[in-house]
């Protein structure tokens, strides 16, 4: 069975930092690119805004994470985490992590496999 897991949500003042976990299981992670998405309250769900290829190594920010967002991979685990910095209200939201077998150049907005979402809220 295919499976991801995220964790590491939260609440978190302004300026915080939270590290968000993506487990993975039940598919060869190493041909996937595990990708970031995030809806917030009363918004589609957008993404990826940070994506990580298992095949080629490359990463990927949109520039609205750029700076605040690094993404990595435990490949012994096949977890991928994503360490957030300088938190915003605006970064309110659940955030969803999702696999497509590609690379972060190619990855599209709806991944073959997906999360159940762990939920961070920022506040001012």
């Known amino acids: 069975e295919v499976q991801l897991v995220e964790s590491g949500g939260g609440l978190v003042q302004a300026g915080g930092s939270l590290r968000l976990s993506c487990a993975a299981s039940?598919?060869?992670?190493?041909?996937?690119?595990i990708g970031w998405f995030r809806q917030a309250p009363g918004k589609e769900r957008e993404g990826p805004f940070s994506?990580?290829?298992?095949?080629?190594?490359?990463?990927y920010y949109t520039d609205s994470v750029k700076g605040r967002v690094t993404i990595s991979s435990d490949n012994a685990k096949d977890t991928v985490y994503l360490q957030m910095n300088s938190l915003k209200p605006e970064d309110t939201a659940i955030y969803y992590c999702?696999?497509?077998?590609?690379?972060?150049?190619?990855?599209?907005?709806?991944?073959?496999?997906w999360g159940q979402g762990t939920q961070v809220t920022v506040s001012s």
């Open positions: 994506c990580i290829s298992r095949r080629d190594g490359s990463t």
């Open positions: 999702g696999a497509e077998r590609t690379i972060c150049q190619a990855m599209g907005v709806i991944p073959d496999y």
């Open positions: 039940g598919f060869t992670f190493d041909d996937y690119a």
